[in-house]
């Protein structure tokens, strides 16, 4: 995906609220507003991933689950029946036995 930068400016007025629209196009989206000298505001669009998914986009992960999507795409789903399947002992896990 090839990102094209235009510079543009345009005036916008900040309303009585404290408000300003970006546009449409913007509109639910998230961003980042960066302030870096008093009167500058730089505003960016982003995209913000849970912590509990942050996982899916390390390295060694995302290149694991790109090469399962490229295997999937090779390999046509077939049909099995579930009772030929071979059985599989289910895991337990010991505990000690509490003392007294």
């Known amino acids: 995906m090839?990102?094209?930068v235009a510079e543009q400016?345009?005036?916008?007025s900040i309303g009585?609220?404290?408000?300003?629209?970006?546009g449409k196009e913007y509109a639910g989206r998230k961003v980042l507003v960066e302030s870096p000298e008093q009167g500058v505001w730089v505003i960016r669009t982003?995209?913000?991933?849970?912590?509990?998914?942050?996982?899916?986009?390390?390295?060694?992960t995302k290149?694991?689950?790109t090469k399962a999507l490229v295997w999937a795409k090779k390999n046509?789903?077939?049909?099995?029946?579930?009772?030929?399947?071979p059985s599989v002992k289910p895991h337990v896990v010991k505990r000690k036995a509490r003392s007294t």
């Open 2 to 4: 090839e990102n094209s």
């Open 9 to 12: 400016q345009i005036i916008k």
């Open 16 to 22: 009585t609220s404290g408000q300003i629209s970006l």
């Open 46 to 60: 982003v995209t913000i991933v849970p912590d509990n998914e942050r996982w899916l986009h390390e390295p060694t």
């Open 63 to 65: 290149e694991s689950v």
């Open 76 to 85: 046509a789903p077939k049909a099995s029946n579930p009772d030929q399947l």
